[in-house]
């Protein structure tokens, strides 16, 4: 079997740090959450450990009912949902930005979403190995 | 510990708005970030208020100076880094690029 070009976690090691992507920008205006998204599908794939927020505009990523036949736009929405498909364990959105773009969690779509406050955002970043924004 | 680096003005972006409720530790301007160490700028309040929560904020002095900005209307509490500091700071730190 041809080599991995990336190291996987042997069975045993202590956790590694996770890398972490922040979404701060919203879907379609430019190619950064769906960037993203392939880099979360990635990482997912060689079983790297991975953390996933969405904060500022990057909140609008994850509201439902996103796509439309006349643009050529999918449903960039339900694709970061099936994150949970390849491993990841949660989506992480931003408590005050959500709030102050009167967005509600029931606006968003389904899967394992979880609202979290700046505070643990910071301790988020803090903690990862590497931190990419888009 | 993390260095953030803020490379856009914060006339145009919100970086530094979001880099700013986060940061610890160390905050580098560079680019069109240096913009934002500037006496008017839109981000001072913020800064200031880094500055007196103790996070080391820096602008990188070539950015400055690229920009006629050197030392002239800089806010206080921020201080310059040269291209070689900026590389230690690399070296010392974890990175996060707010772009």
């Not at chain 1, 920008?25 to 953390?51: D, I």
């Not at chain 1, 509600?104 to 990419?132: H, S």
């Not at chain 2, 800064?47 to 820096?58: A, K, M, N, T």
């Amino acid at each position: 079997m041809a080599e991995l070009p990336v190291r996987l976690p042997e069975e045993g090691t202590p956790a590694e740090r996770p890398v972490l992507l922040l979404f701060r920008r919203p879907p379609y205006g430019t190619v950064f959450p769906a960037e993203g998204l392939r880099m979360a599908e990635a990482l997912l794939a060689f079983q790297m450990p991975l953390k996933v927020v969405f904060l500022e505009d990057g909140i609008f990523n994850l509201v439902k009912g996103q796509g439309n036949k006349t643009l050529g736009f999918g449903d960039l929405g339900s694709a970061f949902a099936g994150l949970t498909s390849f491993g990841l364990q949660e989506l992480l959105v931003v408590q005050e930005d959500l709030s102050d773009r009167r967005v509600r969690l029931e606006d968003l779509v389904q899967g394992p979403i979880r609202a979290i406050r700046t505070t643990e955002l910071r301790a988020l970043i803090d903690e990862a190995k590497v931190v990419m924004p888009f | 510990m993390k260095l953030h680096i803020i490379s856009r003005s914060a006339g145009s972006h919100s970086d530094i708005a979001a880099a700013s409720r986060v940061a610890s530790g160390c905050l580098l301007l560079i680019e069109d970030g240096v913009l934002s160490a500037v006496n008017g700028s839109p981000a001072r309040e913020l800064l200031q208020r880094l500055i007196d929560e103790g996070v080391q904020v820096y602008a990188l002095s070539e950015d400055l100076e690229a920009r006629g900005l050197k030392g002239v209307f800089m806010l206080e509490g921020i201080q310059t880094v040269d291209y070689d500091g900026f590389v230690a700071l690399v070296e010392k730190y974890e990175v996060v690029p707010w772009l």
